[in-house]
């Protein structure tokens, strides 16, 4: 029953921002991994950033790193992604995830086992 829905995708030009939310119902575990990929038209989807279940430690891939900001909300339902300096590689439909940890151990990049629906972003150039 676990779900997780996305909002905030658009349209913006090169340099533009855009926050992207989405919201996670039906946890049932305590330590989790929620992160973001995004999948470009004909190429394979990619990890983007991750943030762990005490919103203490994150991880970017190095394309966005400066740029992308991920984080929790209080309740820590809810996984943020703010991307500013927007460019039009940055183009593809992203995607919400989350990763429970097997036998104590978790990989930022690894499986994740839990996906929203997507949500598009464009940019302009």
């Known amino acids: 029953q676990v779900r997780l829905v996305e909002s905030g995708g658009g349209l913006v030009q090169t340099g533009g921002s855009l926050r992207l939310s989405c919201t996670a119902s039906?946890?049932?575990?305590?330590?989790?991994?929620m992160g973001w990929f995004r999948q470009a038209p004909g190429k394979e989807r990619e990890f983007v950033a991750a943030?762990?279940?005490?919103?203490?430690?994150?991880y970017y891939v190095d394309s966005v790193k400066g740029r992308f900001t991920i984080s929790l909300d209080n309740a820590k339902t809810t996984v943020y992604l703010q991307m500013n300096r927007l460019k039009p590689e940055d183009t593809a439909v992203y995607y919400c995830?989350?990763?429970?940890?097997?036998?104590?151990?978790?990989?930022?990049?690894?499986?994740?086992?839990?996906w929203g629906q997507g949500t598009q972003v464009t940019v302009s150039s």
């Open positions: 995830a989350v990763q429970v940890p097997r036998s104590g151990t978790f990989s930022w990049t690894g499986r994740y086992d839990y």
């Open positions: 039906g946890l049932t575990f305590s330590r989790y991994v």
């Open positions: 943030i762990n279940w005490s919103g203490g430690s994150t």
